[in-house]
Nanobody, 125 residues
Framework: QVQLVESGGGLVQAGDSLRLSCLAS????????MGWFRQAPGKEREFVAS????????HLANSVKGRFTITRDNRKKMVWLQMNSLKSEDTAVYYC??????????????????WGQGTQVTVSS
């Protein structure tokens, strides 16, 4: 079955950088768009970033544009979220996610269906 395992979260100060990793297994990784969502306490899960299956295209939430970057390596079956200039409002549990099907649009948050267990990111101001 599809498994997504995140790592790299932690406690950092505002302005710091952090890199989240996601290792995928149980499916042909190179065929599927991947993404990252986050959920802050008391808030709904929200889209952060996504990347097409071939890495040709990425899509970022307006709140993280210019600060976050999403990349992937299909040979390693991994996807990363590089987070720079972190702010207190970035504090959340971050989830790695995969679309439901191969042909899913990476730009459509509703297409993401499989989820990892999440990794906590806490940014102190």
């Amino acid at each position: 079955q599809v498994q997504l395992v995140e790592s790299g979260g932690g406690l950092v100060q505002a302005g710091d950088s952090l890199r989240l990793s996601c290792l995928a297994s149980g499916h042909t990784f190179s065929l599927y768009p991947m993404g990252w969502f986050r959920q802050a306490p008391g808030k709904e899960r929200e889209f952060v970033a996504s990347i097409s299956s071939t890495s040709n295209s990425t899509h970022l939430a307006n709140s993280v544009k210019g600060r976050f970057t999403i990349t992937r390596d299909n040979r390693k079956k991994m996807v990363w979220l590089q987070m720079n200039s972190l702010k207190s409002e970035d504090t959340a549990v971050y989830y790695c996610t995969r679309t439901r099907s191969i042909g899913s649009d990476y730009r459509s948050p509703g297409e993401f269906y499989f989820w990892g267990q999440g990794t906590q990111v806490t940014v102190s101001s």
